[in-house]
């Protein structure tokens, strides 16, 4: 039979022997503290890392939306920090005497809250993309193809400069099955422009992928590169040849 006294109480956490010489050392009581304090030491843990990790997210501005260029830090532009994006529209723009892609995109922050999911409609950041400059005569198939290629994707973006109400940036069109795609590659393959003559700011690696879609739209003769063939001296050279072969061959029937 259990004793009344004792059958509803608990005994103390951690016990420790009447004759243990370390009952009263210095450990002993940090021992005895924190057995009988864990779970508050174990919340106290949990709110100085969630404090933590809310004053990095502050800092790294994880959860700030950028509504314009002038929103995003200067720091971000000096250290070329990239952002997600989605894009909401497309369009050719001029840029130092030069037609450009231009995209107006909504910003996705690094940590989306419930108060700034829904936000996007209300965003119109503008990006400027240089490196390549559209030939004017293919304005609007550069637009369509630019428009066709981008609308409502994932793009991930390098911040490189501030130009007025807009932000010079390189663009990569995320793919999650292969590997993102420069965007601007298709115009340069069509042949509707070629490289640009302002991208001192590009990286080498952008450009080499640019110029490769440049080399591909001059060796198949695309879009500006055929009409320049057609009026090189080789093109007029290989002309006036067949001319002649036809005339002679006429020539030597008659």
């Known amino acids: 039979m259990k004793d009344e006294n004792t059958s509803g109480r608990k005994g103390p ?17 940090i021992s005895l503290f ?18 933590g ?16 260029a002038s929103d995003i830090p200067d720091q971000f532009f000096r250290d070329r920090v990239q952002i997600y994006v989605r894009v909401k529209s497309a369009d050719i723009s001029a840029y130092k005497s030069e037609n450009v892609p231009k995209l107006t995109v909504s910003h996705i922050p690094i940590i989306q809250t419930p ?36 609308s409502a994707k994932k793009l991930k973006v390098c911040l490189l400069e501030r130009h007025e109400n807009d932000a010079i ?26 490289i640009s003559g302002n991208c001192g700011l590009m990286s080498s690696n952008y450009l080499n992928v640019l110029q490769r879609s440049e080399d591909k739209a001059r060796r198949w003769k695309r879009g500006i590169w055929e009409a320049k063939t057609q009026g090189s001296p080789a093109a007029l050279y290989k002309s006036y040849s067949s001319r002649l072969f036809a005339y002679l061959k006429s020539f030597v029937k008659w």
Do not use: C, W
């Open 53 to 68: 990790i809310i004053k990095m997210g502050h800092s790294v501005r994880a959860f700030s939306r950028f509504v314009h």
């Open 115 to 150: 108060f700034t999911k829904n936000s996007e409609l209300n965003q119109n950041l503008s990006l400027l993309l240089p490196g390549l400059h559209i030939h004017p005569e293919y304005l609007e198939k550069a637009r369509e193809l630019l428009s066709k290629e981008t």
């Open 169 to 194: 940036v390189e663009a990569r069109i995320v793919n999650r099955l292969r590997r993102n795609t420069v965007v601007g590659t298709s115009l340069l393959y069509e042949g509707f422009g070629k």
């Open 34 to 51: 924190v057995d009988e304090n864990k779970q508050y030491i174990q919340y106290g843990f949990y709110t100085l890392g969630a404090i």
């Open 13 to 29: 956490a951690f016990l420790v022997a009447a004759d243990d010489p370390t009952k009263n050392s210095i450990t002993n009581t």
